[in-house]
């Protein structure tokens, strides 16, 4: 079992992943509708998401807050994605 501390920096690690995927989104709009050339790293934080992931939290509360923060950035990633290659036909 985990001690209160361990909860707490997991419980802080997941909430900076999701603010982390916030503003990766923020950063795709500005990709998408070219206020930025450069398309934003989704795949150094992808990694980073599934190193953390492997850690496998003692609570049922962090590892539902895990899933869900995995599944939001599957979701947001297939909209990266697809703004991307829209953007690259619209070139």
Do not use: C
Request: net charge positive; aromatic share 14%; charged share 40%.
């Amino acid at each position: 079992m985990g001690t209160l501390s361990d909860h707490t920096k997991y419980r802080e690690a997941i909430f900076l992943f999701e603010k982390q995927i916030d503003r990766m989104h923020v950063e795709f709009d500005k990709f998408r509708r070219g206020e930025t050339h450069r398309m934003p790293d989704w795949q150094r934080l992808e990694r980073d998401l599934l190193f953390f992931s492997r850690r496998k939290p003692s609570s049922l509360e962090l590892s539902n807050q895990l899933d869900r923060i995995l599944y939001k950035f599957q979701a947001r990633k297939r909209v990266w994605l697809r703004w991307a290659e829209s953007r690259r036909h619209s070139r």
